[in-house]
T-cell receptor, first 112, second 114 residues
C-alpha cells in the first residue's frame, strides 16, 4: 500500500503560468516533506522541504503548501519555465531519521 | 555536475556474475544510502550507512551486500542476481541522518541482469 501518492502521472502547463503538483499521504507519523526534481539520466535533485510545524515554505519560484488535516501537500511553481520540465517526486519522512518514502512522481511538461 | 559520483553508469551482468557498484562523495557527508528504482516507480530505500556503520537494511536479499570502506565511499556488491533485480540503483548522501539534511543523489547505475 503506497503511503505517499501522486495521483497525476503527468501535467502540461504553458510557459509563464502556474504549475501545481499534488501529493497525498496516509501515514500520520510523517512530519517532514520534501520535493525532488528528476531529469532523464540524472538522479533526483532536492528542491524544497517543509516541516509539519509550518503550512507554507517558499524558495524563489517554488512554494510548498502543507494541509495536515487533509494529509495533502502541493508544490507551486510560478512562473513555470521550459527548464522546469522534469519528473517531480514528493517524499516524506517520520521519526526514523532520514528515511524517505517517495511518491510515484508527476511528469511536468512546460510548453514554450 | 552531481557531487555524488556513481560508477559504472551502465552494467549488464549474468545471473552467475559477481560485480560491484561504486559511489563516491567528497562533501564530508556522514550518511550514505542505496536506493533502487524500477521503471515508472519511485525510488525505494535499500540501505543506510551512518558514520560508516550500517544503520538500516530494508529487508534486502543477501545477494546485495553493501560496504562502506570509508566516509567517502559506498559500494554495493552484487552476486547471483535475478532478472527482476534489473533497475536503476541510486546512491545518495546527506550531511547527517536528520530530516533537515536533504539527500544528494548520484546519477545512478542502470543495471541489467540477463
Amino acid at each position: 500500500d503506497q503511503q505517499v501518492k501522486q495521483n497525476s502521472p503527468s501535467l502540461s502547463v504553458q510557459e509563464g503560468r502556474i504549475s501545481i503538483l499534488n501529493c497525498d499521504y496516509t501515514n500520520s507519523m510523517f512530519d517532514y516533506f520534501l520535493w525532488y526534481k528528476k531529469y532523464p539520466a540524472e538522479g533526483p535533485t532536492f528542491l524544497i522541504s517543509i516541516s509539519s510545524i509550518k503550512d507554507k515554505n517558499e524558495d524563489g519560484r517554488f512554494t510548498v503548501f502543507l494541509n495536515k488535516s487533509a494529509k495533502h501537500l502541493s508544490l507551486h511553481i510560478v512562473p513555470s519555465q521550459p527548464g522546469d520540465s522534469a519528473v517531480y517526486f514528493c517524499a516524506a519522512s517520520g521519526n526514523a531519521g532520514n528515511m524517505l518514502t517517495f511518491g510515484g512522481g508527476t511528469r511536468l511538461m512546460v510548453k514554450p | 555536475d552531481t557531487e555524488v559520483t556513481q560508477t559504472p553508469k551502465h552494467l549488464v551482468m549474468g545471473m552467475t556474475n559477481k560485480k560491484s557498484l561504486k559511489c563516491e562523495q567528497h562533501m564530508g557527508h556522514r550518511a550514505m544510502y542505496w536506493y533502487k528504482q524500477k521503471a515508472k516507480k519511485p525510488p525505494e530505500l535499500m540501505f543506510v550507512y551512518s558514520y560508516e556503520k550500517l544503520s538500516i537494511n530494508e529487508s534486502v536479499p543477501s545477494r546485495f551486500s553493501p560496504e562502506c570502506p570509508n566516509s567517502s565511499l559506498l559500494n554495493l556488491h552484487l552476486h547471483a542476481l535475478q532478472p527482476e533485480d534489473s533497475a536503476l540503483y541510486l546512491c545518495a548522501s546527506s550531511r547527517g541522518n536528520r530530516r533537515s539534511s536533504p539527500l544528494h543523489f548520484g546519477n545512478g547505475t542502470r543495471l541489467t541482469v540477463t
